[in-house]
């Protein structure tokens, strides 16, 4: 279980860093998830419920429930027609303050969440530091975020089995509506 909770608290910490909010947002358009190391199988799953929820999905994968640090980062992206699902990616850092992003390492794209709270696939490579740098101090930012959280797992938190329906999960509180 201290585990398992460890892996939550990394995912949170993950979206967090990455500049979502701790509350459902208005514009709630991204998952988080996380579970076995990233497959073909995994990756159809990941498609299957983004579909299923109408959202983006951000999927850590881990080699077992032991696991310190996740072995994948992927991310199934939602396009007009299709649901694109991207593996091989590592959080990255360019400074301490700069929202952490997920860059690919086989393809030249970034992946970030932009202003409206939607992921954004961005053309291109970061630039200022290198790949390598920029995951380690990501990392750093995401364990030190992840110290930091409760030691209970979240009450919202699902097991969804391969095929298994997605049930939305209640929010604490949601989106704040402003008039005038």
């Not at 579909?51 to 994948?72: C, E, F, L, N």
């Not at 291109?124 to 740098?133: Q, T, V």
């Not at 604490?172 to 005038?180: C, D, T, W």
Request: aromatic share 8%.
């Amino acid at each position: 279980m201290t585990m398992i909770l460890h892996h939550q608290n990394l995912m949170i910490a993950l979206r967090e860093e990455m500049g979502w909010p701790s509350f459902r947002p208005a514009n709630d358009c991204i998952s988080w998830a996380s579970g076995q190391e990233f497959s073909f199988d995994v990756g159809n799953e990941l498609a299957r419920v983004a579909q299923m929820a109408g959202r983006d999905v951000i999927y850590t994968g881990w080699a077992s429930a032991r696991a310190k640090d996740p072995t994948s980062i992927a991310i199934a992206y939602r396009e007009m027609l299709t649901i694109d699902v991207v593996d091989n990616l590592v959080p990255f850092a360019a400074s301490d303050r700069s929202p952490i992003i997920l860059v690919s390492t086989h393809a030249d794209e970034f992946f970030a969440i932009d202003r409206r709270g939607s992921l954004a696939r961005v053309a291109g490579k970061p630039k200022g530091i290198g790949i390598g740098k920029g995951k380690a101090l990501a990392m750093k930012r995401i364990k030190a975020s992840a110290s930091t959280m409760g030691d209970e797992l979240l009450a919202n938190n699902q097991f969804v089995p391969p095929g298994a329906d997605w049930i939305e999960p209640e929010a604490p509180f949601g989106a704040v509506v402003r008039f005038g």
